[in-house]
Protein backbone atom coordinates (compact mmCIF):
# COMPACT_ATOMS: atom_id res chain seq x y z
CA UNK A 1 0.00 0.00 0.00
CA UNK A 2 1.37 3.48 -0.37
CA UNK A 3 2.57 5.26 2.34
CA UNK A 4 2.72 2.22 4.59
CA UNK A 5 5.76 1.25 5.97
CA UNK A 6 7.77 -1.58 3.91
CA UNK A 7 9.21 -2.88 7.62
CA UNK A 8 6.69 -1.73 10.04
CA UNK A 9 8.49 -0.58 13.37
CA UNK A 10 8.23 -3.08 16.41
CA UNK A 11 6.19 -2.02 19.27
CA UNK A 12 9.00 -1.00 21.49
CA UNK A 13 10.95 0.63 18.64
CA UNK A 14 7.79 3.41 18.35
CA UNK A 15 7.29 4.09 22.11
CA UNK A 16 10.87 4.27 22.28
CA UNK A 17 10.99 7.10 19.55
CA UNK A 18 8.36 8.84 21.05
CA UNK A 19 10.28 9.79 24.01
CA UNK A 20 13.31 10.19 22.03
CA UNK A 21 12.92 10.46 18.10
CA UNK A 22 15.01 9.51 15.52
CA UNK A 23 17.89 12.39 14.89
CA UNK A 24 16.71 13.67 18.30
CA UNK A 25 14.63 16.29 19.90
CA UNK A 26 16.39 19.21 18.35
CA UNK A 27 15.69 17.76 14.81
CA UNK A 28 12.09 16.70 15.77
CA UNK A 29 11.85 20.49 16.99
CA UNK A 30 13.37 21.79 13.94
CA UNK A 31 10.74 19.87 11.80
CA UNK A 32 7.34 20.97 13.44
CA UNK A 33 8.66 24.60 13.72
CA UNK A 34 9.38 24.10 9.62
CA UNK A 35 5.92 22.96 9.46
CA UNK A 36 3.94 25.40 11.30
CA UNK A 37 5.38 28.57 9.33
CA UNK A 38 5.04 27.13 5.67
CA UNK A 39 1.48 26.45 6.74
CA UNK A 40 -0.93 28.06 3.62
CA UNK A 41 -2.94 30.35 6.12
CA UNK A 42 -2.45 34.38 7.53
CA UNK A 43 0.32 34.43 10.08
CA UNK A 44 -2.45 35.40 12.95
CA UNK A 45 -4.43 32.43 12.57
CA UNK A 46 -1.22 30.30 12.82
CA UNK A 47 0.00 31.95 15.75
CA UNK A 48 -3.62 31.65 17.07
CA UNK A 49 -3.45 27.99 16.24
CA UNK A 50 0.28 27.40 17.69
CA UNK A 51 -0.95 29.05 21.20
CA UNK A 52 -4.31 26.74 21.32
CA UNK A 53 -1.92 23.60 21.07
CA UNK A 54 0.45 25.28 23.67
CA UNK A 55 -2.39 25.94 26.15
CA UNK A 56 -4.26 22.44 25.92
CA UNK A 57 -0.54 21.00 26.61
CA UNK A 58 -0.44 22.44 30.21
CA UNK A 59 -3.99 20.41 30.69
CA UNK A 60 -4.30 16.88 32.40
CA UNK A 61 -6.90 15.75 29.35
CA UNK A 62 -4.73 12.97 28.31
CA UNK A 63 -5.35 11.25 25.05
CA UNK A 64 -8.25 13.74 24.23
CA UNK A 65 -4.89 16.87 23.87
CA UNK A 66 -5.49 16.86 20.20
CA UNK A 67 -8.74 17.19 19.56
CA UNK A 68 -8.76 19.92 22.30
CA UNK A 69 -6.76 21.87 20.69
CA UNK A 70 -8.46 21.45 17.38
CA UNK A 71 -11.47 22.64 19.05
CA UNK A 72 -9.97 25.60 20.78
CA UNK A 73 -8.29 26.40 17.74
CA UNK A 74 -11.43 26.53 15.93
CA UNK A 75 -13.10 28.46 18.84
CA UNK A 76 -10.97 31.46 18.54
CA UNK A 77 -10.43 30.49 14.50
CA UNK A 78 -7.03 30.06 14.67
CA UNK A 79 -5.23 27.10 12.46
CA UNK A 80 -6.26 24.16 13.30
CA UNK A 81 -3.20 22.21 12.03
CA UNK A 82 -1.24 24.59 13.68
CA UNK A 83 -3.20 23.61 16.99
CA UNK A 84 -2.31 19.91 16.50
CA UNK A 85 1.69 20.77 15.89
CA UNK A 86 1.09 23.51 18.98
CA UNK A 87 0.69 19.72 20.91
CA UNK A 88 4.09 18.97 20.47
CA UNK A 89 5.39 21.53 23.12
CA UNK A 90 4.06 19.07 25.47
CA UNK A 91 6.44 16.25 24.48
CA UNK A 92 8.44 14.36 27.39
CA UNK A 93 10.89 16.90 28.07
CA UNK A 94 8.75 19.88 28.86
CA UNK A 95 5.86 17.30 30.27
CA UNK A 96 7.31 17.05 34.18
CA UNK A 97 7.55 20.73 34.44
CA UNK A 98 3.80 21.88 32.71
CA UNK A 99 2.41 18.72 35.60
CA UNK A 100 4.99 20.20 38.20
CA UNK A 101 4.02 23.86 37.57
CA UNK A 102 0.29 22.79 37.48
CA UNK A 103 0.05 20.49 40.50
CA UNK A 104 1.91 23.28 42.37
CA UNK A 105 -0.02 26.20 41.60
CA UNK A 106 -3.29 24.40 41.49
CA UNK A 107 -2.59 22.54 45.21
CA UNK A 108 -1.71 26.48 46.89
CA UNK A 109 -4.72 28.60 45.62
CA UNK A 110 -7.26 25.87 46.85
CA UNK A 111 -5.24 25.74 50.11
CA UNK A 112 -3.90 22.20 49.93
CA UNK A 113 -0.45 20.47 50.51
CA UNK A 114 0.55 18.89 47.32
CA UNK A 115 3.38 16.27 48.00
CA UNK A 116 3.24 13.86 44.86
CA UNK A 117 5.47 13.63 42.24
CA UNK A 118 4.92 13.52 38.82
CA UNK A 119 5.63 10.18 38.87
CA UNK A 120 2.79 9.22 41.27
CA UNK A 121 0.57 12.03 39.44
CA UNK A 122 0.80 9.88 36.33
CA UNK A 123 0.63 6.58 38.46
CA UNK A 124 -3.06 7.94 40.24
CA UNK A 125 -3.71 9.04 36.63
CA UNK A 126 -3.78 5.69 35.13
CA UNK A 127 -5.50 4.08 38.42
CA UNK A 128 -7.85 6.45 37.84
CA UNK A 129 -8.28 5.37 34.16
CA UNK A 130 -8.29 1.41 35.20
CA UNK A 131 -10.80 2.15 37.91
CA UNK A 132 -13.15 4.30 35.07
CA UNK A 133 -13.33 1.45 32.94
CA UNK A 134 -13.94 -1.08 35.61
CA UNK A 135 -17.00 1.22 36.94
CA UNK A 136 -18.40 1.68 33.12
CA UNK A 137 -17.76 -2.28 32.54
CA UNK A 138 -19.67 -2.89 35.97
CA UNK A 139 -23.20 -2.36 33.42
CA UNK A 140 -22.42 -5.57 31.40
CA UNK A 141 -20.37 -7.82 34.13
CA UNK A 142 -22.93 -6.66 36.99
CA UNK A 143 -19.43 -6.32 39.31
CA UNK A 144 -19.74 -3.44 42.29
CA UNK A 145 -19.09 0.12 41.13
CA UNK A 146 -16.73 1.93 42.89
CA UNK A 147 -16.96 5.80 42.59
CA UNK A 148 -15.53 6.72 46.35
CA UNK A 149 -11.66 6.35 44.64
CA UNK A 150 -12.46 8.27 41.65
CA UNK A 151 -13.98 11.02 44.12
CA UNK A 152 -10.67 11.46 46.02
CA UNK A 153 -9.07 11.14 42.75
CA UNK A 154 -10.81 13.83 41.33
CA UNK A 155 -10.42 16.67 44.48
CA UNK A 156 -7.00 15.70 45.69
CA UNK A 157 -5.11 15.08 41.88
CA UNK A 158 -7.38 16.15 39.01
CA UNK A 159 -8.85 19.62 40.42
CA UNK A 160 -5.19 21.10 41.79
CA UNK A 161 -3.79 19.90 38.02
CA UNK A 162 -6.61 21.19 35.85
CA UNK A 163 -6.91 24.73 37.58
CA UNK A 164 -3.04 25.22 37.82
CA UNK A 165 -2.60 23.86 34.27
CA UNK A 166 -5.25 26.03 33.13
CA UNK A 167 -3.74 29.36 34.93
CA UNK A 168 -0.37 28.55 33.83
CA UNK A 169 -1.34 28.03 30.00
CA UNK A 170 -2.83 31.02 29.55
CA UNK A 171 -0.15 32.84 30.26
CA UNK A 172 1.81 30.96 27.92
CA UNK A 173 -0.41 30.43 25.38
CA UNK A 174 -0.39 34.36 24.84
CA UNK A 175 3.60 35.07 25.02
CA UNK A 176 3.47 31.95 22.32
CA UNK A 177 1.21 33.99 19.89
CA UNK A 178 3.21 37.04 20.33
CA UNK A 179 6.56 35.37 19.76
CA UNK A 180 5.41 33.14 16.74
CA UNK A 181 3.56 35.82 15.06
CA UNK A 182 6.95 37.70 13.98
CA UNK A 183 8.34 34.75 13.19
CA UNK A 184 5.77 33.40 10.62
CA UNK A 185 5.60 37.24 9.03
CA UNK A 186 8.83 37.29 8.85
CA UNK A 187 8.91 33.64 7.12
CA UNK A 188 6.17 34.62 4.75
CA UNK A 189 7.93 37.42 3.49
CA UNK A 190 10.94 35.72 2.59
CA UNK A 191 9.30 33.16 0.69
CA UNK A 192 7.40 35.23 -1.34
CA UNK A 193 10.34 37.19 -2.04
CA UNK A 194 11.90 33.97 -3.05
CA UNK A 195 9.35 32.53 -4.95
CA UNK A 196 9.10 36.22 -7.02
CA UNK A 197 12.58 36.34 -7.38
CA UNK A 198 12.15 32.75 -9.18
CA UNK A 199 9.09 33.68 -11.05
CA UNK A 200 11.60 36.58 -12.48
CA UNK A 201 14.62 33.61 -13.12
CA UNK A 202 12.06 31.55 -15.09
CA UNK A 203 10.47 34.13 -17.02
CA UNK A 204 14.11 35.72 -17.81
CA UNK A 205 15.23 32.61 -18.95
CA UNK A 206 11.97 31.98 -20.80
CA UNK A 207 12.45 35.21 -22.76
CA UNK A 208 16.68 34.53 -23.68
CA UNK A 209 15.24 31.08 -24.66
CA UNK A 210 12.96 32.75 -27.60
CA UNK A 211 14.75 33.03 -31.03
CA UNK A 212 14.91 35.90 -32.35
CA UNK A 213 13.12 37.38 -35.18
CA UNK A 214 13.14 39.93 -37.88
CA UNK A 215 13.04 40.55 -41.66
CA UNK A 216 15.10 38.58 -43.89
CA UNK A 217 17.36 40.88 -46.06
Do not use: C
Not at 62 to 80: D, M, P, Q
Not at 163 to 171: D, H, N, Q, R
Amino acid sequence: MIFKRRNPRPVLTAIGEFFWPRGGWRRAATYVLHRMRRLPDTPERIALGISAGLFVSFLPIFGLHFLSAALVAWAIRGNVLAALLGTFYGNPITFPLMAAGGMELGGWLLGRDVQMSVGGVMAAVGRAGGELTHNLLTVVTGDAAHWGRLAGFYSNVYLPYFIGGLLLGLPFAVAAYFVHLPLVQAYQRSRQKRLEARFKAARERQRQSRPETGEMP
